[in-house]
């Protein structure tokens, strides 16, 4: 049995692990996805150290960081079910392998959020994607439109732009709530067109995508003919782990942590995207910061701090 079960494979996963090995820990980390979100990130501007850096060329050298450790064990595999056993937790991934241990940081991040309008998963895969700075790359010399008008949204278009003929960033209001520096890059781009004030209602196309249909005109219609859709409308915290064993969400469904990154569950943490800790504010400095709490409070709970790893 392991002395701590890290589910996640990102930048609070990975933080985790490398604070449970200095303390002498024995670490299962084990994820679906290497890198998580942070995999999407094509610029990182404030990461201490780093004036810039791409988002998959830090989470290697996380990844590599907590692999460096004799005490960690590293596994890219499908958590499909946690349940209590004695003396701790058990881990089946698919395959049917199971994993025990003492303790749990729960650090799955979050999952993209879809429009839920007609065309979109028919075409999904043929035009439409879920990562602009991942898949721009795919659409040089072609029409894309960004939907959506947070961080991953603003900075999607720029960097699609970089790539694309004309890129049409869509939003439903009329200012965006991106970070500042980005919504600059934007407006400075020759080849974007906002289309502000609008909702994408459908995705056009037979085969593949062909156009994006919206509730009201922009340049007297309805439609704006693209080759691709990137929808980047947010994401939601991939709790369903953590709701097997019982653990509390809080009114927007994320997991609910103090301030030790504890859940109700004796044992249970949680670090990252998937908490409702600093307020919020879904940063690669953040989710390091509750990767290294919670790796401090497993080591507490382990040592016999009855009152470490629970809300009450």
């Known amino acids: 049995m392991q002395d701590v079960l890290i589910i996640g494979l990102g930048c609070a996963g990975y933080t985790a692990a490398i604070y449970c090995a ?24 404030n990461w201490p150290g780093d004036i810039e850096v ?10 590599k960081h907590a692999m460096s450790f004799d005490s960690v064990t590293y596994k890219v595999a499908y958590v499909e079910k946690i349940e209590s056993v004695p003396g701790g937790f058990r881990a089946i991934m698919s395959g049917g ?34 990562c602009a700075t991942c898949d721009a790359f795919f659409y040089k010399g072609k029409d894309v439109a960004v939907i959506g008008g947070g ?37 400075a781009k020759e080849n974007i067109t906002l289309v502000l004030e609008r909702n994408t209602v459908e995705v056009l196309g037979e085969k593949k995508v062909e156009a994006v249909k919206l509730d009201q005109p922009f340049a007297n219609s309805n439609e704006i003919k693209v080759d691709g859709v990137f929808i980047e409308v947010g994401s939601t915290p991939a709790t369903d782990l953590a709701k097997q064993l019982g ?31 600093s307020n919020y504010f879904a ?29 009450a």
């Open 54 to 63: 791409k988002g998959p060329e830090l989470m290697e050298r996380m990844k």
């Open 283 to 311: 940063q690669f400095a953040t989710a390091a910061g509750e990767g290294a709490i919670a790796a401090n409070s497993v080591f507490s709970y382990l040592q016999g701090n009855e009152h470490a790893g629970s809300m």
């Open 151 to 187: 961080d991953a949204a603003v900075e999607g278009a720029a960097i699609a732009a970089q790539v694309a003929r004309n890129v049409y960033l869509i939003h439903r209001r009329s200012e965006f709530k991106a970070e500042p520096y980005w919504v600059d890059k934007v407006k």
């Open 247 to 277: 653990c509390e969400l809080d009114k927007r469904g994320f997991l609910s942590v103090r301030a030790n990154q504890g859940t109700n569950i004796a044992g249970v943490f949680g670090a990252g995207d998937v908490t409702n800790a």
């Open 97 to 130: 392998e199971a994993a025990d241990a003492r303790s749990i940081i729960f650090a799955m991040g979050s999952n993209k959020r879809h429009l839920g309008i007609p065309g979109e998963e028919r075409l999904s895969g043929k035009g439409v994607t879920y």
């Open 22 to 45: 200095r303390y002498k820990l024995s670490v299962l980390l084990v994820g679906q996805e290497e890198g998580g979100m942070g995999q999407t990130a094509a610029e990182v501007g």
